[in-house]
């Protein structure tokens, strides 16, 4: 296997979806392998869309090649896209798939180059149905699935969701490598300065754009728990509202916490992660819900205790009361947790457990499991 190409967002388009596919784009081309991207012109309509921009402010990514070339809309553009992808023959197809209203456009795509009889088509899941249930979602899942040769999935969850489509599908599990392309973790008291906090107060931080499934509620209960107040500690939000900020605001009043946030609700730049990770003690994921989270593995980087909720895929790779908490998604068990971090300052003894434990994260392991999935495709 020689050549490769990556479907999915990637620069301009901004989050951490389009970081991983570059990320792994940059692994496969360290170790050899000819890669481009392919990536929308058109990605969501605006109706799908919460947030404020699609779109990276920042410069392209060096040393990748990276075109705009999918309309995720048009079929007309999926045809043209699959027809000419088919001629070029890549060996590898690797397919980002997150979100079923992606279904048709990518399902076509994929069903179009496999008729070259030679390009693998190898689907990295973030989900299989999403968080946020749409009528349609199995349906639109299992037109995509119908067209792919291996699925690799990022936790557990989606990969026993993926078997429910097909049985013959060549599966693996690989779990989300660590984020380490936000920089280098700096000193408390430098990271706090740069986001102009009070140095001598302590920050959990909750770090990501704000859905209803992540559970920002639960945290806002669990951190009115008077427990927390001796220990000078401030909940430090950081991330752009994708549902109403109003119920989250109300609770802040109900709650008597205005004095105890920091509410940083704008799109966080990737070069102003560092601060945010550098300045917290704990990163919280009270999630109702989950699959996987890119946040744990920026977390992983930077060396930060984590707490997360037992949902989804977040317990698999936080080990309880080693390097943080696996808690219920209530309240309750959130503030408990948070408070015996304090009271016993288990701080130091996490951040050295964390030290081994992201050993297993590596994007060497991601793409070595993308070549045993497309060995085994090959194979059949």
């Given at each position: 296997m020689k050549t490769i190409k990556i479907i999915g967002p990637a620069y301009p388009y901004r989050g951490g979806i389009a970081t991983t596919n570059e990320r792994l784009?940059?692994?496969?081309?360290?170790m050899g392998y000819e890669v481009e991207i392919e990536t929308f012109t058109v990605q969501y309509p605006s109706f799908l869309f919460p947030g404020k921009t699609q779109y990276n402010l920042k410069s392209a990514p060096e040393n990748l090649a990276i075109s705009?070339?999918?309309n995720s809309a048009n079929p007309l553009n999926w045809h043209s896209v699959g027809s000419r992808i088919r001629k070029e023959k890549?060996?590898?197809?690797?397919i980002r798939y997150w979100l079923p209203f992606m279904a048709p456009c990518l399902g076509t795509i994929a069903g179009i180059i496999r008729k070259n009889r030679h390009s693998k088509i190898i689907c990295l899941a973030d989900n299989i149905i999403p968080h946020e249930h749409r009528t349609g979602d199995r349906a639109l899942t299992n037109y995509f699935i119908q067209r792919i040769d291996g699925l690799i999935a990022m936790s557990k969850s989606v990969l026993t969701e993926a078997k429910t489509f097909r049985k013959d599908l060549s599966l693996a599990f690989c779990p989300h490598p660590i984020f380490d392309n936000y920089g280098e973790r700096l000193p408390f008291d430098i990271a706090k300065q740069k986001l102009n906090l009070d140095v001598n107060t302590k920050y959990l931080l909750f770090f990501g754009f704000i859905r209803d499934y992540k559970g920002l509620d639960l945290l806002l209960?669990?951190?009115?728990?008077?427990?927390?107040?001796k220990f000078h500690v401030k909940l430090l939000i950081a991330g752009e509202y994708y549902s109403s900020p109003e119920p989250y605001l109300e609770?802040?009043?109900?709650?008597?916490?205005?004095d105890l946030i920091e509410l940083r609700t704008d799109f966080i730049p990737d070069e102003e992660v560092n601060l945010y990770f550098s300045a917290a003690d704990m990163v919280v994921q009270p999630y109702k819900s989950a699959t996987q989270?890119?946040?744990?593995?920026?977390?992983?980087?930077?060396?930060?205790?984590?707490?997360?909720?037992?949902?989804?895929?977040?317990a698999e790779i936080i080990p309880d009361g080693r390097i943080g908490y696996v808690v219920e998604p209530d309240s309750q068990s959130i503030a408990d947790a948070l408070v015996d971090f304090y009271e016993n300052e288990r701080m130091t003894e996490f951040e050295a457990n964390i030290v081994e434990e992201k050993k297993k994260f590596s994007w060497a392991n991601?793409?070595?499991t993308f070549l045993s999935v497309y060995n085994h495709t090959k194979a059949k």
């Open positions: 784009a940059q692994e496969f081309i360290s705009r070339t999918i890549p060996d590898l197809v690797i209960n669990a951190f009115a728990d008077k427990r927390l107040r609770l802040i009043k109900k709650n008597n916490l205005a989270s890119g946040v744990t593995q920026i977390g992983y980087h930077f060396n930060k205790p984590m707490l997360v909720t037992n949902v989804g895929g977040l991601m793409v070595n």
